[in-house]
């Protein structure tokens, strides 16, 4: 008969480990391990002093809140638009369908950006970012000067495509250099800052356009921007290198996990770790060459294989999930964004200048938003981390969006019946800023039109969204993300045309 009495036997379950499981601190001592591993190389972007990688994120915060600004900006100037191109004065019978007409510079940039991630992503994964930084934003500068100069609807609504498609080029950059260049406990915060200067891109864009309407022509709003954006690629040219890396294939998170605890694999760490460090270690690279545009292919991979390579990942229910929310914003920010100052001036009477003053509650609620998707989703999922024996699992980061949950219906009725019943204009002004509602629809006595609250819950929404996204699924973050923000375009098209 077998022997069983030296048969251990245990109740505990194996925890369950799948692709955003890793341990990011040290059994006992509660030790934030770094991930991923920095390497020993210099050019490694892990490596680059702290200050330095907060100025390469300024710089990328800035290139985004300038590719929303002219997203939705110079809506606020819809009705000088439609007078200048059109012909058509407000009182005109006509005006309602010119003005309908003229949506199509907003909702269509909306589109072609969805579209346009598709294509973009394989170049940015077998290329680099640099390369796509610095054509997208020279295009994106050349198609805000035609914008400025155009005098017919046609070549107006060609210049703002081919807007919405350098701007869609560079939507996805700026998660992908985020993960770059910060370790997996720093990017709540910076991912908050790029979600905040997305939203601050669409409210401080109508904010500003608003000022300059003022005493300026429509016109100037494309032209500052074009200075302001080619000023932006000489910063990209001259000070910010290439952030893609590629790094070993052992990752802290294989090496990190409780099942590598035992001496054994301690033993095989340290002499990897002794071994790394007898390999040649490559030189720094010299400031001219750090300049260069492209620097090498960095996969093998054929272009359409990487073209088709995001679309099985919708099938994962996090990231369908993703894509359907961010549909949702969009169609909603979107629809506003191209007749707000037409509802305004119907509701209150206001001109353009006083409609895009009201957007200062965007930006000010994109800061706030900043707290609650950055800062507060790290230092929540930092104490749920501590809680579970050091383990970091990506939902972690999910239970900050209750707060958008309960933000963004309560806007919803606030700007819906604010605007419907004319109530005063605090009401629907503060919902701006309070929240985005998805879907959110009103009616004026003599138009049809559809609301948008913006602010602190886009901020916490689209940060807590990526963010879990890159951590759940990090090895095809890239794919996961450009997944995400192509098909949003083509789930919010039908949202949007309505």
């Not at 950006?113 to 290329?127: E, T």
Request: charged letters at 15%; glycine letters at 8%; hydrophobic letters at 50%.
């Amino acid at each position: 008969m077998e022997d069983i009495s030296h048969v251990e036997t245990t109740d505990e379950k194996p925890r369950v480990r799948n692709l955003g499981t890793v341990r990011l601190r040290r059994h006992g001592t509660h030790e934030i391990i770094l991930v991923p591993t920095p390497s020993n190389d210099p050019n490694d972007p892990l490596n680059w002093s702290k200050p330095y990688r907060w100025y390469i994120a300024a710089l990328t915060c800035l290139a985004m809140f300038l590719a929303q600004f002219l997203a939705a900006g110079p809506s606020v100037a819809m009705i000088r638009i439609v007078i200048d191109l059109f012909g058509t004065p407000p009182k005109s019978p006509s005006f309602p369908d010119s003005i309908s007409k003229a949506s199509y510079f907003f909702t269509g940039v909306a589109f072609v950006q969805g579209m346009v991630n598709l294509f973009s992503m394989p170049i940015i994964i077998k290329f680099g970012r640099r390369p796509v930084y610095v054509v997208s934003f020279l295009i994106y500068g050349a198609a805000s000067l035609w914008c400025g100069r155009a005098n017919s609807f046609a070549s107006e609504l060609c210049a703002r495509l081919l807007l919405g498609l350098a701007g869609g080029s560079a939507e996805t950059l700026a998660p992908l250099t985020i993960a770059d260049i910060f370790f997996l406990h720093e990017r709540g915060l910076v991912m908050g800052l790029y979600s905040a200067a997305v939203s601050a891109g669409t409210g401080g864009g109508i904010l500003i356009s608003g000022l300059i309407t003022i005493n300026q022509s429509w016109r100037v709003i494309y032209y500052i921007i074009t200075a302001l954006t080619w000023s932006l690629v000489l910063a990209i040219i001259f000070t910010m290198p290439e952030t893609a890396y590629a790094r070993n294939a052992i990752r802290a998170s294989d090496l990190d996990r409780e099942e590598f605890e035992s001496e054994a694999i301690k033993e095989y760490a340290t002499t990897l770790e002794e071994a790394r460090s007898q390999e040649n270690v490559p030189a720094k690279k010299s400031y001219v060459q750090q300049l260069k545009l492209f620097n090498s292919v960095l996969t093998k991979e054929p272009f359409f294989k990487l073209l088709w390579r995001p679309v099985p990942l919708l099938l994962l229910p996090a990231v369908l999930w993703g894509m359907l929310t961010l549909s949702v914003m969009v169609s909603a920010a979107v629809a506003i964004s191209s007749n707000f100052a037409a509802a305004f001036a119907i509701t209150y009477g206001w001109s353009s200048w006083q409609s895009g003053v009201a957007w200062s509650a965007n930006v000010i609620g994109a800061l706030i938003g900043v707290a609650g998707g950055g800062w507060l989703s790290d230092k929540s999922a930092d104490f749920l981390t501590k809680r579970n024996d050091g383990i970091r699992e990506a939902e972690m980061r999910l239970p900050i969006v209750t707060l958008s949950l309960i933000a963004s219906p309560l806007a919803s009725v606030l700007y819906g019946v604010g605007l419907d019943q004319k109530l005063h204009w605090i009401v629907p002004v503060l919902s701006l800023g309070f929240c985005e509602s998805p879907t959110v629809l009103f009616f004026t006595e003599s138009d049809k039109l559809t609301g948008r609250e913006v602010g602190f819950a886009i901020t916490l929404g689209v940060n807590s969204v990526v963010v879990y996204i890159i951590d759940a699924y990090r090895p095809i973050a890239g794919e996961a993300i450009v997944a995400m923000l192509s098909f949003k375009g083509k789930f919010s098209a039908p949202v949007i045309s309505t």
